[in-house]
């Protein structure tokens, strides 16, 4: 097989593996909260596949999180890693920086809801570099 070939397959193999990783995120419902002008509530399922994780982001907003189902591990920056199973919570503050969310299980997919409260039109989440 030529090289140029062998390479495009690596190519497409490891870029298809990273996506394999990445989130799915699905946004729920998104409501203007009158009473707080400027502000909105969101809601969002986010589903990790096997070994999926965030890359280091703050969300700008109160996140409050609820596990579904699987396990996901969550660290934000100068806390304490904790493993979150279902029916557990979690909680990130507009000034957070969250620094390890990820899959605890690489066979078994992890899925969780977060509320959001945020400035209206303001991303979701926010990269950290």
Same mark, same amino acid.
């Given at each position: #097989?030529?090289? $140029? ?10 870029? *298809?593996?990273?996506?394999?990783? *990445? ?5 729920? #419902? &998104?409501?203007? =909260?009158?009473?707080? /002008?400027?502000?909105?509530? @969101? @809601? ?10 965030? /890359? ?12 579904? *189902?699987?396990?996901?591990? @969550? ?5 304490? *890693?904790?493993? =979150? $199973? ?8 507009? &000034? ?23 400035? $209206? ?5 926010? /990269?950290?570099?």
């Amino acid at each position: #097989m030529p090289t $140029k070939t062998i390479l495009a397959i690596l190519f497409c193999l490891i870029a *298809e593996t990273l996506r394999a990783e *990445e989130p799915n995120v699905a946004p729920l #419902m &998104s409501k203007d =909260l009158n009473d707080f /002008p400027g502000k909105e509530g @969101m @809601m969002i399922t986010v589903e990790y596949p096997p070994g999926g994780k965030d /890359p280091v982001h703050r969300h700008n907003a109160h996140a409050f999180v609820y596990v579904l *189902e699987g396990a996901v591990v @969550m660290q934000l920056k100068g806390g304490k *890693e904790v493993t =979150l $199973k279902p029916g557990d919570t979690f909680y990130e503050g507009p &000034s957070d920086i969250h620094v390890v969310g990820r899959n605890a299980s690489t066979t078994q997919p992890a899925k969780f809801v977060v509320v959001l409260l945020k400035n $209206k039109g303001a991303p979701a989440l926010v /990269p950290v570099k």
